[in-house]
């Protein structure tokens, strides 16, 4: 096995909590340097990390083979597009990009680089959603006629990271939060053929969206995705009504929980939930009426890079493509639109 040399382009949360423990721990990669401006936190934390002033002088290393592009939202075009003109293969956090233009763009150049692009929608593999789509593929509930999904937060003070709260290109809860529960419903369900938003503001200060309700319509379902920072009281996280049943489960967060606490990604119990979040199944199974608690699914953020290993080293598909990104632009631009004209919009 030839681990792959990486490099991220920042550390602040993402590359400290949601990348290095993966990169670090999994053997078929090799953390090999991050771009930081002026300090030196990941050599610190990871002995032999090599310090990149630049992002010039870090894609000018031949050594290096995987670039993530783990900065602000409306960066991602800008240094995706210099890593694939280097010759890196590249992941980029979400949101792809910011508009649907950007993302076709790097998609043709990755092509004609013929290097691997793929987007981190590491919420693919939570607790919950892995749970999720395990009682779905069994069609216990029967043909889904109703969904609903939930990404919601009390947290009325503004971030302390400025780029988050100053209106701009790729700002706003829509493209942070929205990004994942878009893309999971679209995993689930596909395109919808047409789609309503309602986006707005509600924090005190606030300057950029901080709820959005979106309305999928398809022929025989309507799936709703939410989202809002004033929720004390959480609704749960996932609900799923069908036709033989319903499935109930709560919104957890266990895998970033457990590295925001300093927590190594390789132990038996890894991504695993409490009982007390297990999701309540109420169905109708072999003609017998079934109301039950259901174990969930183990989550677990290296599935990911496990899958990006064999992308890059043996050809496989990429575990989340740059079409699947570019869809969830797609999803979100025309929310925009819907929610500006206060129309159903037509996909």
Excluded at 88 to 93: A, D, F, L, P, Q
Excluded at 189 to 215: Q, W
Aim: charged residues 30%.
């Amino acid at each position: 096995m030839k681990p792959i040399n990486t490099a991220l382009c920042s550390f602040g949360m993402s590359g400290w909590v949601f990348h290095a423990p993966f990169l670090q721990i999994n053997p078929s990669f090799n953390f090999y340097g991050v771009w930081e401006r002026s300090k030196n936190l990941a050599e610190q934390k990871y002995s032999g990390v090599k310090t990149f002033r630049t992002l010039e002088d870090m894609l000018a290393e031949d050594a290096i083979e995987l670039v993530v592009v783990n900065t602000p939202n409306y960066t991602h075009y800008e240094y995706a597009k210099k890593a694939l003109e280097a010759g890196k293969h590249v992941v980029v956090e979400k949101p792809f990009t910011v508009t649907v233009n950007e993302g076709n763009e790097l998609i043709e150049l990755a092509g004609k680089q013929n290097k691997k692009l793929s987007v981190y929608q590491n919420r693919r593999y939570d607790s919950d959603y892995k749970t999720i789509k395990k009682v779905l593929s069994q069609n216990i509930l029967g043909d889904i006629v109703e969904a609903e999904l939930h990404f919601d937060r009390f947290k009325e003070e503004l971030s302390p990271k400025l780029h988050k709260e100053k209106p701009g290109p790729g700002s706003g809860s829509l493209y942070d939060l929205g990004s994942h529960l878009i893309d999971q419903a679209l995993q689930l369900f596909g395109m919808p053929e047409t789609m309503f938003a309602d986006i707005a503001s509600f924090r005190p200060r606030s300057k950029v969206p901080d709820y959005f309700e979106i309305i999928f319509f398809y022929h025989d379902k309507r799936v709703r995705v939410k989202s809002s920072y004033i929720v004390r009281e959480a609704l749960p996280g996932y609900v799923f009504h069908g036709l033989k049943g319903s499935f109930i489960k709560p919104k957890t967060n266990v895998q970033e929980e457990m590295l925001q606490a300093g927590e190594i990604p390789d132990t038996p119990d890894w991504g695993t939930e409490p009982e007390s979040e297990r999701g309540l199944l109420h169905a109708e199974i072999n003609g017998k009426e079934v109301r039950e608690y259901i174990e969930s699914e183990k989550g677990n953020y290296n599935e990911y890079y496990d899958g990006i290993y064999e992308a890059i080293r043996n050809n496989k598909p990429v575990p989340v493509t740059a079409d699947d990104g570019l869809k969830v632009i797609k999803i979100i631009e025309a929310a925009y639109k819907s929610n500006e004209t206060k129309k159903v919009v037509d996909l």
